[in-house]
């Protein structure tokens, strides 16, 4: 049984490099009673695999209790997108608080979840915490982390922006459905089942794509969108087929 009142960390670990990791991640680390690591089923192993290898590296033996849970699924009954990632969500912080009440030790209160990339970016880590607020008496500390923009941007050694000039951080279903936004020339693009590139004109398009950005098995292609679109399409599904999961990001610019 838990403490009334929660101390819960969201602490950014970049990509799945334990080099990534920031000093202040592992002090905050190092300082929890139970660390939760979500399970997202058969094909997916090597992302909690990954989570505890970084824990084993950085936590000092005999470290925090760590507990493996299994995520639950979007309902595809619910046909609006909005309306199906917050019923998930809502699913998701139940049994977050499920897990912490069977599995915090008792006069303990330090909770951490280890968080990919960041929590700030295109993460919903921190929409769940608010939700647990509901349920238990939670105050939320986040330690933010190296992203995978960063990690794609060092991965080609490249800017992330032209002097002076505005980018976009976005999705490939916004990409998809709206186009290229107007407000920009350089645009990153996350989240992204789809190779969503194809659905923009290439001409004058260059793009820089990583898979896998900032880890041993990186895979980077980059040059113009026109020539480059079928390798990037190719590599991307042998990757996946080899490792069973796939996370990769592009940055796109107009010339």
């Known amino acids: 049984m838990c403490n009334a009142g929660i101390e819960l960390s969201l602490i950014g670990i970049g ?46 033996a005999p470290g925090p209790k760590i507990v493996e ?14 309306a199906r990632v917050d019923h998930w969500h809502d699913a998701i912080a139940q049994v977050w608080i499920e897990t912490i009440r069977s599995h915090l030790p008792e006069g303990s209160a ?5 968080v990919w990339g960041d929590p700030s970016l295109y993460d919903s880590t921190m929409r769940i915490a608010e939700r647990l607020k509901s349920k238990q008496e939670i105050a939320l500390k986040v330690i933010p982390g190296i992203t995978s923009i960063q990690a794609l941007t060092a991965a080609h050694a490249i800017p992330l922006n032209e002097i002076g000039a505005p ?3 976005t999705t490939g279903r916004q990409l998809r459905e709206n186009g290229w936004p107007d407000s920009a020339d350089t ?11 194809q659905a923009i004109d290439p001409t004058g398009v260059e793009i820089w794509w990583s898979a896998y950005a900032g880890m041993e098995n990186q895979i980077s292609v980059s040059g113009p969108l026109a020539e480059v ?3 990037i399409i ?10 069973g999961w796939i996370m990769d990001i592009y940055l796109l610019r107009r010339s």
């Open 15 to 60: 990509t799945g490099n334990p080099e990534h990791l920031t000093l202040e991640a592992v002090r905050a680390l190092n300082a929890l009673d139970l660390i939760l690591i979500p399970n997202k089923g058969s094909g997916k192993d090597d992302l909690a695999g990954l989570r505890q290898a970084i824990c084993a590296d950085v936590i000092p």
């Open 69 to 82: 849970f299994d995520l639950p699924l979007r309902d595809p009954a619910i046909k609006d997108y909005k």
């Open 110 to 114: 330090r909770v951490g979840f280890l």
């Open 167 to 169: 980018f976009i951080v």
């Open 187 to 197: 645009v990153v693009i996350m989240l992204d089942g789809e190779c969503s590139f």
């Open 229 to 231: 679109t079928a390798e």
């Open 234 to 243: 190719e590599t991307r599904a042998q990757a996946r087929a080899d490792h």
